[in-house]
Nanobody, 126 residues
Framework: QVQLVESGGGLVQAGGSLRLSCAAS????????VGWFRQAPGKEREFVAA????????LYADSVKGRFTMSRNDPKNTVNLQMNNLKPEDTAVYYC???????????????????WGQGTQVTVSS
């Protein structure tokens, strides 16, 4: 099993930046496909970004494309989400998730992920 802990959330003004990290323990995160999801109050959890287990493929939700960048740091056993030009509609609790897949695809659906972190709050003020 792998345990995930998110960090880096906080309060930022619109147009600002934050860098979220997802730190893994128990197993190397490099063998898992990893995704970032977010959930705003009263809304369902939604896909934000995903990276394949080798890091060769990434995929982003249309709402964050061009503003968010997901990357791996295998020596530190972390996955990061750099968020630039933040908007008030980005306000949510952000979760990282991991799952083992037999191929190098990205995984975008919540039901396919086996391991989840507790989440970190991101609040963007206007």
């Amino acid at each position: 099993q792998v345990q995930l802990v998110e960090s880096g959330g906080g309060l930022v003004q619109a147009g600002g930046s934050l860098r979220l990290s997802c730190a893994a323990s128990g197993r190397p995160l490099s063998i898992y496909a990893v995704g970032w999801f977010r959930q705003a109050p009263g809304k369902e959890r939604e896909f934000v970004a995903a990276i394949s287990w080798r890091g060769r493929s990434t995929l982003y939700a249309d709402s964050v494309k061009g503003r968010f960048t997901m990357s791996r740091n295998d020596p530190k056993n972390t996955v990061n989400l750099q968020m630039n030009n933040l908007k008030p509609e980005d306000t949510a609790v952000y979760y990282c998730a991991a799952t083992w897949v037999a191929d190098s695809r990205v995984v975008v659906t919540t039901s396919e992920y086996n391991y989840w972190g507790q989440g970190t709050q991101v609040t963007v003020s206007s």
